[in-house]
T-cell receptor, first 111, second 119 residues
Framework: NAGVTQTPKFRVLKTGQSMTLLCAQD?????MYWYRQDPGMGLRLIHY???????AKGEVPDGYNVSRLKKQNFLLGLESAAPSQTSVYFC??????????FGQGTRLTVV | AQTVTQSQPEMSVQEAETVTLSCTYD???????LFWYKQPPSRQMILVIR??????QNATENRFSVNFQKAAKSFSLKISDSQLGDTAMYFC????????????????FGEGTQLTVNP
């Protein structure tokens, strides 16, 4: 049982480049989330989805876009990467009234 | 909006001793969940324990237990018989218990407490 899988695990981007992070879950969960983790700031919610075809903004959505065309996948896009987006990104999923299950994280560095 | 506060950025404890990590939260909701997650150096987020607000009994999982004070909006984690493998960042998290409402779907985290267990 794979659970939540994030691709890639590491990436280095140049300022202005674009990329997409993929999150895939095989637990048939309705809710999916993208967080970023920065030292001393915990996990901050970027965007989330409550079901296929739906997305919503979290605390820090600027500079990111998301899509959930299939229930099992939640994509996070950076259209024009900035050094301020250097962070560790986590995807999570859950079903109603259960805890969230997390991917292994993606370390992104923007130079 | 809900907020979660962990006022202890770092803590340390000797192996085999007991340590308590603090967490407070702010909400107007009456039905919700609280969680403690552990993040070891591997970076993986691991659920330690969960508490449902309507349950008065404090949750326990082996060496981990919570002190849930609903009126005070406090949710502390006690680790007994600390082990070297308990060294990790610990996050407190809050989630509303409500269906059919997008704003009720967020999982809100505190800033984290770095726990070091010394031999």
């Amino acid at each position: 049982n794979a659970g939540v899988t994030q691709t890639p695990k590491f990436r280095v981007l140049k300022t202005g480049q674009s990329m997409t992070l993929l999150c895939a879950q095989d637990m048939n969960h309705e809710y999916m989330y993208w967080y970023r983790q920065d030292p001393g700031m915990g996990l901050r919610l970027i965007h989330y989805s409550v079901g296929e075809g739906t997305t919503a903004k979290g605390e820090v959505p600027d500079g990111y876009n998301v899509s959930r065309l299939k229930k099992q996948n939640f994509l996070l896009g950076l259209e024009s990467a900035a050094p301020s987006q250097t962070s560790v990104y986590f995807c999570a999923s859950r079903t109603i009234n259960t805890e969230a299950f997390f991917g292994q994280g993606t370390r992104l560095t923007v130079v | 909006a809900q907020t979660v506060t962990q006022s202890q950025p770092e803590m340390s404890v000797q192996e085999a001793e007991t340590v308590t990590l603090s967490c407070t939260y702010d909400t107007s909701e009456s039905n919700y969940y609280l969680f403690w997650y552990k993040q070891p150096p591997s970076r993986q987020m691991i659920l330690v324990i969960r508490q449902e607000a309507y349950k008065q009994q404090n949750a326990t999982e082996n060496r981990f237990s919570v002190n849930f004070q609903k009126a005070a909006k406090s949710f502390s984690l006690k680790i007994s018989d600390s082990q070297l493998g308990d060294t990790a960042m610990y996050f407190c998290a809050f989630m509303k218990q409500r269906r059919g409402e997008t704003s009720g779907s967020r999982l809100t985290f505190g800033e984290g407490t770095q726990l070091t267990v010394n031999p």
